[in-house]
């Protein structure tokens, strides 16, 4: 079994900054990617940023603002955001690959939420 939590959500105003975190725990063998999707009210689940040993990709709406990285040593992956508009709020979700002993299974974390206000 696999768990992720994330962490570093919150109210931030427009141009601000946050950094969002998720550690995954639990029977993991490797991890193959990790990344990070959102889902606003009213929309369907995005995918914002992943990362594959180290090339990160993104979705356009958040090119050259927000930045991913990982800590391969603990499990964690990190999601920088800066120039944060209104349109970024919504639940954030870390998700992973993990392969454990026998299969590679997708697991997901239960969201951090994200809203840019004045």
């Known amino acids: 079994q696999v768990q992720l939590v994330e962490s570093g959500g919150g109210l931030v105003r427009p141009g601000g900054s946050l950094r969002l975190s998720c550690t995954a725990s639990?029977?993991?063998?490797?991890?193959?990617?990790m990344g990070w999707y959102r889902q606003a009210p009213g929309k369907e689940r995005e995918l914002v940023a992943s990362?594959?040993?180290?090339?990160?990709t993104y979705t356009d709406s958040v090119k050259g603002r927000f930045a991913i990285s990982r800590d391969n040593a603990e499990n964690k992956v990190y999601l920088r955001m800066d120039s944060l508009k209104p349109e970024d709020t919504a639940v954030y979700y870390c998700n992973a690959a993990v392969r454990t002993d026998t299969v590679v299974s997708n697991y997901w974390g239960e969201g951090t939420l994200v809203t840019v206000s004045s």
């Open positions: 990362i594959k040993g180290t090339i990160a």
């Open positions: 639990g029977t993991i063998r490797s991890i193959l990617v």
